[in-house]
């Protein structure tokens, strides 16, 4: 009676330590609105229509306002969004990248992102129109390394504040779909993101933000569904993420949802609920490794399904390459920038047909601690490992082949 008051009480406390993480502030923007075909835009699909949206683009920046893409398939290059304004994909309308890669722009060693939008603030692209990457060309160059430079993401967003993606359908980019960078106050919901499963590292949401909510989305890509990242020390970025909302996200082919394997900023609060994952490679994974990692601590996870996955449970501090065995490496040092994973509660969580039950490998000199399962029920192939880990309770909880345990505190099973 008294372990359960006293888990009780355990729990109560780690669950009022996590805010509830959602957007705060919506972007505000304009009344003024800017037609791109009003400014010699063709969506015709052969009409290379760069110079003329960005002109439009251009006026909003000066005005504030809506520049609005009609039905049509509007070829294009590299464009820039500025401060206050919101691109609209009318339905029907298509925004199309083009992929003639011999005469490609390029900038600071790279392709340039299809849309770069750099410090601003009051961001929105909506609507039921699509953003077309055209990736496959790109893939099967990269794939044949035929590819001189970094190949164009499709939406690029770095140091923005109240960013707000609705509706829209984002598919086939040469490389990430969704790439957000050290922002505040991101809404992203009720858009889908596609690319086939053998896509080259076409992740759909790569995101560092504070105060950020990702909801009603349908993605489906060759990488990361979603990957929370937070900081690269070689490159002197160590941005902060906290207070991070994932709900009601559907997630189909790719490697999941995820967290690192950069994570030396540090990451703080995150909910994960209400979620979907069928034919993900991994399904919850956090991945990083000593001298790119960082505290990863108050995370939740409640009311998922995981079906038809390999690792749906998936916890390591050796990413990307692991030992074969947990006892292969014995070293206690304390070197710069350990990743500490801390404070993780799963609950009501239900895996089905799965490669690898759980997977949870701390280091020796930074275990994986205080780890709460509440009723999840795994049915796996193979049972898994737990390796150097602290206060993992299982509660309510079966695991149909039991993990093999190694320098592991574990209870419940």
């Known amino acids: 009676m008294m372990k359960s008051i006293i888990f009780l009480l355990c729990c109560l406390v780690f669950t009022g330590s996590i805010a509830l993480a959602q957007h705060t502030a919506l972007p505000q923007i304009p009344a003024n ?109 990269y794939t044949d390394k035929e590819l001189q430079y970094r190949r164009p ?59 950020c909510t990702i909801e009603n989305c349908d993605i489906r890509t060759g990488d990361d569904n979603i990957a929370i990242n937070f900081g690269d020390r070689n490159k002197g970025e160590l941005p902060q993420c906290s207070d991070i909302l994932i709900r009601n996200c559907f997630f189909g082919v790719g490697h999941g949802l995820s967290i690192g394997s950069f994570t030396s900023g540090g990451l703080r609060n995150l909910k994960v609920e209400h979620c979907e994952f069928d034919g993900t490679t991994s399904g919850l994974r956090i991945k990083s490794a000593r001298g790119r990692g960082g505290i990863v601590e108050n995370l939740r996870y409640s009311d998922l399904t995981i079906k038809n996955c390999k690792w749906p449970i998936f916890f390591s501090c050796y990413y990307p390459k692991e030992p074969l065995k947990p006892e292969q490496d014995t070293s206690f040092a304390d070197v710069p920038f350990m990743p500490v994973f801390r404070n993780i509660r799963c609950s009501n969580i239900r895996v089905v047909n799965a490669g690898t039950g759980i997977r949870i490998w701390g280091l020796p000199g930074s275990p994986i601690t205080d780890c709460y399962f509440e009723n999840v029920q795994i049915n796996a192939d193979k049972p898994g490992e737990i390796s150097y880990a602290k206060g993992l309770r299982f509660i309510s909880s079966t695991i149909k082949m039991k993990p093999e345990l190694y320098h592991a505190e574990v209870s419940g099973l």
């Open 153 to 211: 993401q499709l939406l690029f967003i770095e140091k923005c504040k109240r960013v707000e993606l609705e509706g829209i359908l984002t598919l086939d980019p040469p490389n990430t779909h969704i790439s957000l960078r050290n922002c505040t106050d991101v809404y992203i919901h009720d858009i889908r993101i596609q690319a086939p499963d053998e896509s080259r590292n076409t992740d759909g949401i790569n995101v560092s933000a504070r105060n």
């Open 33 to 141: 609105t800017f037609l791109v075909t009003s400014f010699g835009a063709a969506g015709d699909g052969k009409t290379l229509n760069t110079v003329t949206i960005q002109r439009a683009l251009d006026s909003a920046r000066i005005h504030g306002g809506k520049v609005i893409i009609p039905k049509g398939i509007f070829l294009c290059g590299p464009l820039q969004m500025y401060s206050h304004t919101a691109l609209e994909l009318q339905s029907g309308a298509i925004l199309r990248l083009r992929n003639d890669i011999a005469n490609y722009p390029i900038g600071n060693e790279r392709y340039l992102n299809f849309i770069s939008i750099l410090d601003a603030t009051d961001i929105k692209i909506s609507g039921p129109g699509t953003i077309d990457g055209q990736g496959q060309n790109w893939w099967t160059k």
